[in-house]
């Protein structure tokens, strides 16, 4: 798994306890051997690299559209 530097956009697929997978999608805050941490629409998220399915950076999200 490769991820950019703190402060990029990122989305990580993880696997919850119960075995279902979910997705984290949000600013990248840190990242070490054990532990990713990313701030997104749920706050902040303490995933565990050996739960991790797949991670990868993404686009910043689209500008909000004019009513």
Known sequence: MRL?????????R??????Q???ALGELLSADADTVVVD???GVER??????????PVPPPPAPRPR
């Open 47 to 56: 995933i565990a690299v050996s739960d991790i399915i797949a991670a990868k």
């Open 4 to 12: 950019p530097a703190p402060g990029n956009r990122v989305v990580v």
């Open 14 to 19: 993880y696997l919850l306890p119960t075995g």
């Open 21 to 23: 997978a979910t997705d």
């Open 40 to 42: 997104g629409k749920r």
